[in-house]
């Protein structure tokens, strides 16, 4: 018997890339997984329909898990998307509707599931964050900002939330092939602008090793183990390389990483 029999799990944006990975691997281990796409219609009564933009939809589907399982123990957020573009480029409303799915989006859910998972006295959220929520990429500011959001909302999160059993826990994966690279947006004001030609080569070059990377494999054993952990770490990088990114900006100096990442973007 697996140690996944029978849990009860909510993963978000699971129409493709690492929230599909994670959703199909914890269902084969035996796990009651519940997907989520906001293009759901029904007839799929493991997909939920649900838009993380959406308050009302957030409860709506929560509530239809509590409904049928009576528990929720896992909730993995993993909805989102990446919004490139200089910082000057970027639009107030593009900035907004990148922090509405990718942090507001997480928070929602969280504090959807929070109240069942005190009550069962248990339970686990993964957040799904990034290496570019420890360390910013230039041309990728905004996906950046609100990885950091999460990272530090996911710290507090823990501390306030271990009396009650609950254990909270971010994956930071790096560069990942899925259909996000093609998926990725660029601002409206991006064309004629003086960042164009550096912007469009530093999307190229994260293209480039995003499709050079492996599928969300190692992701989906982080996955496991957090869950299965009674003590997890705070956060998880995936990739030994990216490991040493992080290692190398808490030791060099911030100029020095300045100076580096310029170059390889």
Do not use: W
């Not at 957030?58 to 573009?85: H, K, P, Q, S």
């Not at 069962?120 to 910013?136: T, Y």
């Not at 995003?210 to 989906?220: F, H, N």
């Amino acid at each position: 018997m697996s140690r996944f029999d029978g849990m009860v799990v909510v993963v978000t944006g699971t129409s493709s890339g690492i929230g599909k990975a994670i959703a199909e691997d914890l269902r084969s281990r035996g796990a009651k997984v519940y997907g989520s796409s906001r293009k759901a219609d029904g007839s799929d009564p493991l997909t939920l329909h649900l838009d993380v933009r959406d308050e009302t939809s957030v409860a709506a589907a929560v509530r239809r898990v509590e409904e049928v399982e009576g528990r929720i123990d896992v909730l993995v957020n993993n909805a989102g998307y990446c919004l490139a573009g200089a910082v000057e480029d970027v639009s107030i409303q593009e900035a907004k509707d990148q922090f509405d799915t990718n942090f507001f989006g997480a928070l929602r859910m969280c504090k959807a599931v929070l109240p069942i998972m005190r009550r069962q006295g248990s339970g686990v959220i993964i957040n799904i964050s990034s290496v570019a929520g420890r360390v910013a990429l230039p041309y990728q500011s905004l996906y950046s900002a609100c990885k950091y959001a999460l990272e530090a909302a996911t710290e507090a999160l823990r501390l306030e939330t271990r009396e009650f059993g609950i254990r909270v826990a971010i994956i930071e994966p790096g560069d990942t092939r899925t259909a996000g690279t093609a998926n990725r947006l660029l601002p409206a004001a991006l064309v004629g602008s003086p960042y164009e030609a550096a912007c469009r080569k530093a999307v190229e070059t994260m293209a480039k090793s995003e499709q050079a990377a492996p599928p969300p494999r190692a992701i989906l054993k982080v996955a496991r183990r957090l869950i299965s952990s009674r003590h997890p770490p705070v956060r998880v990088a995936i990739g030994f390389e990216y490991k040493l990114v992080v290692m190398l900006t808490r030791l060099l100096p911030a100029k020095l990483v300045g100076f580096i990442m310029k170059q390889v973007y």
